[in-house]
């Protein structure tokens, strides 16, 4: 594969199975540093584990990015890692299989938590942190990727 990553750190949410996994692998084997975010501990390290035996550069982050702690600990991983933060790949998600009428509001409250206040905070955070990077004088080359799923189109 093309290693149009080489150097670029990677931080992607709900990364440690399914879509985010996939989007990990893709990036380090692109040559990406990759920062494996999710709520599941074991996940995150198999994940972590898996990127270095095939020879990339990864670290973990449990934490829940629906939260500025989360958002902010995210972050804070990669640049304390990597000393930069070059792409966010917002990716965590969770389904609540419930037809409308039998759907909690806490129910509703998590998927939009999940969904958006995480796409949210975590890109507010990039955001920031690439403002202040230009405004010293760096070059500033990121990407933001918000990924989403099948699963709402079908009930």
Known sequence: MDRLCDGRTCVVTGAARGIGRAHVEALSAAGAHVVVNDIDAAAVEEAVAEVREA??????HVGDVSTAAGADG???TALDAWGRLD??????????DRMLVNL???DWDAV??????????????A???????????????AR???TVSSVGLYG
Request: hydrophobic share 40%.
């Open 55 to 60: 020879g990339g550069s990864a670290e973990g």
């Open 74 to 76: 995210l972050l804070a």
């Open 87 to 96: 792409v966010v790949v917002n990716n965590a998600g969770i389904t609540r």
């Open 104 to 106: 909690t509001e806490d």
């Open 112 to 125: 939009l938590d999940v969904h958006l206040r995480s796409t949210f905070l975590v890109t507010q955070r």
């Open 127 to 141: 955001g920031r942190h690439w403002r202040e990077r230009a405004k010293a004088g760096d070059t500033v080359d």
């Open 144 to 146: 933001v990727v918000n």
